[in-house]
Each structure stands twice: as structure tokens, then as C-alpha cells.
């Protein structure tokens, strides 16, 4: 029998995109809301809290035992004019913020850009000038790093110094995270975890209960072992896959470098940015992808994106029922979109009319994709890389009038 949370996500994966960090970023802070507070304590404890922090932790507990935690999802905070939003956050009941979790699943963590010069700048020549020439010194910094400086701006050492928690389940973390370096990431109390900790967790404390929150863990435990996100090792299904893999990493690696570089005139030519290779493969997509951000402004936020790829659709999760549909076999493709939780192009909103031919879009989260099966490309005598340059390039200069009318719906605002 299918598990109530994956009842759940089988329901909105109708619409589309499986927003699968979003959905158990969600179904985890509704877990940890619904415990008592000393199981609630244990969990932060034993999973959520670098191991210089526990034995603070445990003195700060001890008289809070009766008091719950909260916690909430999306929580909105804003640096140096940027708005972002907290994937989970912990809070005591008179608001004082204790702990940050970044959820991902097999993403990369995204960066904010440069903060420290945005700190820095003024305007004075001499100042700015200054201010640039730290720009070329200063690290960019990512999400973890903004989110923990954020932490540490708000928390009182003499309290509670906060603490983040890197919850993930292929994703790596950042260089030099879980080393304490407060300079780099705000807090000096860093935690990597893997969700089939939690999924071990769980099922030690939740599964033999058929009542109240243990009920709901025990069904969140069977829900990671659908998505097979209950261990660490691979399966036999990897080793198969890895086998053939190894043998051609190092040809889809210049590929999709050769790619990038030949998509740059077509990139720049619609407002993205020069593209930079990644290839990177995503599980859950089933895919392997590159993408290219359009700058702030004109975009409203710096996570508008066009990406490209190959995508084998027998085990994707994404971009299912679509209409038009995509193919049923493996495919190019071409997408444009947003992984921000806020201002989002407001694709669903243009006139059919403006959509460019076999383009679909998603209504929930106003992205669009456009597929090409590898077969249906126009090769002759060429190589696949330059047939896919040709499709792709075409597809990326269709939504020249799309992109105009969506940027220009914020610009106006």
C-alpha cells in the first residue's frame, strides 16, 4: 500500500513538477510542530545541532521542557534589499530565532552573489572604487552563507549564538562547511545531514505507534523508502547504471561544455547571462542539464533562468503531463523558468497565442519546457552536439517576445 504522504504527492504531481524539497520541507516542519516538546528537543539534539552545540543546547533545554518549539516553513527574511525565504525555521514562542534548515534534495546550492560589497558600497568615488576593487577580492556568497549570516544578525550570543542545518539527500555540501568558520558562514554551529538519518530516526522513534504524530512518522518513513531516499549506499539499479556511465562521463562532459559555449550568442541575445558549463546530472529529473540566469535587474530576482539538456523520461519525475506532452523517449530539451519561491515569471498568465509552437507550461510554477527526441533531430552528416546547438539555439531565440512582455510586466511596476 502506498504511503499517505506519497497519496499526497502523487495528487500534485498532477500538476506537473514534483516540488519534492518544498513538499518535505513542509511534511517535516508539520512532523516536528505536532511532538511534544521533549521529543522535539531529542530530535534537534541527535540530528539537527553540530556537535559543539549540544551540551549549550542541553543546558537551554532543561528549562524549556514545558515550552514548545515552533517551527515554520518560507519564512521571509531580507538582505541588503534582497528578499529570500528559509527553507525551515526554528523559533522560540516569544520569537527568538534558534536554527535554520536548508532542504535539498539533489539540487546545487544556488549563489546570492556578492553581499559583502553590497554592504560596502556608498557613494563617494573614493569609497566605490574601494568597494570595487573588494568586489574582485570577496567570496560570492551562497545560500547557506547569506542564511547563516542572516542567523547570526538576529540571534544574541549571550542567548542563543543559532545554529544551521544542511539537510540533504545527493547534494553536497558547500567547501569548508561543518568546520565552524563563523567568518565564512555567520554561525559557527554546522550541521550535514542526509534524509536517511532522518528516515533512521523515525523509524526507530515513530514506527510501532498508531496514534497522533508517531502515526504521521511512521507514514513519512514509508514515503522516503518509495522515493528511495531511506540509504546512503546504491542498489543494484546504480551499479548497472554507474557501469555504463564511467565509460562515457568524460565525452558528455565536452559535450555539454562545447554546447554551453556555442549557446552563449543565443543566451546573451534574449538578456541571460554568458553561460558557464556544469553538466550536472539531477536524479529526481531524471536528467542532465545546463542553465544560464538572467541578471537583476531586469529580472526581479536573480533565479530566472533558461536551461537546457537531455532528459530520459522512464524514470523522470519531472515535467509529467504536461500538454503538450513531452516525449516518451529520450529527449533534448529547452526550459525557462524560476527556482525562486517568489516573483515568478507569470507565465499562466500570457495569451495562448504568445506560446511558442510545442511549448507547454506548467501552472503552478510558472516554468515552460519544450522536448526533441534525439531521433527526430536533423544530424545528416553532422555531429549530435551541433544538431543539438541548431534545435536548442532555435527554441531559446522563440521566447525573444515571451521574455520581453514578462520582464516588461515588472519593469512597468
Not at 540530528?47 to 518549539?69: I, M, N, Y
Not at 549571550?158 to 565552524?180: E, K, Q, V
Not at 510501532?208 to 543494484?236: I, K, Q
Request: proline fraction near 6%; charge should be negative; charged fraction near 25%.
Amino acid at each position: 500500500m502506498v504511503s499517505f504522504y506519497g497519496r499526497l504527492f502523487t495528487y500534485r504531481a498532477r500538476k506537473n513538477i514534483l516540488p519534492l524539497e518544498n513538499f518535505l520541507s513542509e511534511a517535516l516542519c508539520d512532523l516536528l510542530n505536532r511532538m511534544p516538546p521533549l521529543i522535539a528537543f531529542q530530535f534537534v539534539d541527535e540530528l539537527l545541532l553540530a556537535k559543539a552545540g549540544r551540551r549549550l543546547w542541553a543546558q537551554w533545554c532543561a528549562s524549556k521542557l514545558a515550552k514548545p518549539l515552533l517551527w515554520s516553513t518560507q519564512y521571509r527574511i531580507e538582505v541588503n534589499g534582497h528578499r529570500y525565504w528559509l527553507d525551515i525555521l526554528l523559533e522560540t514562542a516569544d520569537g527568538r530565532k534558534l536554527l535554520v534548515i536548508e532542504n535539498k534534495i539533489s539540487s546545487t546550492v544556488r549563489s546570492h552573489g556578492n553581499v559583502q560589497t553590497l554592504e560596502k558600497r556608498s557613494d563617494s568615488d573614493e569609497e566605490r572604487r574601494a568597494a570595487i576593487v573588494q568586489e574582485e577580492a570577496d567570496e560570492l556568497r551562497d545560500q547557506i552563507q547569506t542564511y547563516g549570516h542572516w542567523l547570526a544578525s538576529v540571534c544574541d550570543p549571550n542567548y542563543w549564538p543559532g545554529a544551521i542545518c544542511f539537510l540533504t539527500h545527493l547534494s553536497n555540501a558547500p567547501d569548508g562547511y561543518g568546520s565552524g568558520d563563523k567568518t565564512k558562514f555567520g554561525v559557527a554551529w554546522q550541521k550535514a545531514l542526509r534524509w536517511y538519518q532522518v528516515h533512521h530516526w523515525l523509524k526507530k522513534h515513530a514506527c510501532d505507534s498508531t496514534h497522533g504524530w508517531e502515526m504521521l512518522g511512521a507514514e513519512l518513513v514509508s514515503f522516503l523508502e518509495e522515493r528511495e531516499m531511506s540509504g546512503e549506499t546504491m542498489n543494484s539499479y546504480d551499479v548497472a547504471a554507474a557501469e555504463i556511465y564511467v565509460g562515457s562521463v568524460d565525452r558528455i562532459q565536452e559535450t555539454f561544455k562545447q554546447i554551453a559555449h556555442s549557446l552563449g550568442g543565443h543566451l546573451t541575445s534574449v538578456g541571460c547571462k554568458e553561460p558557464n558549463y556544469r553538466g550536472v546530472p539531477e536524479a529526481d529529473g531524471s536528467l542532465i542539464w545546463d542553465w544560464s540566469y538572467f541578471p537583476s535587474p531586469p529580472a526581479p530576482r536573480g533565479d530566472w533562468f533558461v536551461g537546457w539538456g537531455l532528459r530520459f523520461p522512464a524514470r523522470s519525475r519531472w515535467w509529467n503531463n504536461l500538454d503538450p506532452p513531452m516525449p516518451n523517449v529520450t529527449h533534448a530539451f529547452v526550459c525557462f523558468g524560476s527556482d525562486g519561491k517568489k516573483d515568478k515569471p507569470r507565465i499562466g498568465g500570457l495569451p495562448e497565442q504568445l506560446i511558442p509552437l510545442g511549448w507547454a507550461r506548467d501552472p503552478d510554477d510558472d516554468q515552460m519546457v519544450i522536448g526533441k527526441p534525439l531521433g527526430q533531430l536533423n544530424t545528416g552528416s553532422r555531429e549530435l552536439p551541433v544538431a543539438l546547438v541548431d534545435w536548442m539555439g532555435h527554441e531559446i531565440d522563440n521566447l525573444k517576445p515571451i521574455l520581453g512582455k514578462l520582464l516588461k510586466q515588472y519593469t512597468t511596476q
